[in-house]
């Protein structure tokens, strides 16, 4: 019993072509995944699904292409496309057990709980796949708790944030009132100059009018002296 991660993906490699299966393109894909040349691969499986919307077997072995090219979630989907066709419970919880895998590479590990409890669904026996949902379990429990105290953080530091908004809007409010107050006082001081000087102005006019009539007014007791002729 192997104990090891990902140690299979398929449990050996590729879903070989069912006997009598005349689609080259699985045949042709199955080649040269078996050299290594995942790329080339996937392009031989596509055209085995083009060829054969239904196969189980190009989707099946299109998702191990695009896992060897660590294109993830892609392969997730083909996975879960081929359980989806099959009706072979081996097909079904291989299909789910490297949707599993793959969901766990991409460090969705919800989603890969998920897939591997859907893979011991159709053969509960496979202990492999218990192991794998093991670890995908604690990375599960370990994800959530660091993206908790990343929330909690992230709180903390927004309230933070509010509070000194708050304490700066208090202070432009209290140096905005003092600037009214100051401005006020200002202005009363000013009316208060003004007026004293308008009193003044006044002042000084009634003293300048009273001296003006007090020219124009003939002296008191001045008589006119006539002449005799």
Known sequence: MKKFLFAMILGSAVIPAAAGNANPDIRSGNKLYEDGKFTESEIEYRKGIDTDDKSVESRFNLGNSLYRQEKYE????????????????????????????????????????????????????????????????????????????????????????????????????????????????????QEEMSKDAAEQILDAFSEKEEETREKLQPQRGQRRLEKDW
């Open 74 to 189: 892609d392969a997730a989907l083909k996975f879960k496309e081929a359980a989806d066709l099959s009706d072979d419970k081996q097909q079904i919880s291989s299909a789910y057990h490297n949707m599993g895998n793959a969901l766990y590479k991409a460090e969705n590990y919800a989603g890969s709980v998920e897939a591997y409890k859907n893979a011991l669904k159709a053969v509960p026996e496979d202990e492999e796949t218990r192991f794998n949902l093991a670890l995908a379990q604690k990375k599960l429990k370990f994800q959530q708790q660091q993206q908790n105290q990343q929330q909690q953080q992230q709180q903390q530091e927004q309230q933070q944030q509010e509070q000194q908004q708050q304490e700066q809007n208090q202070q432009q409010q209290e140096q905005q009132e003092q600037n009214q107050q100051e401005q006020q006082q200002e202005q009363q001081r």
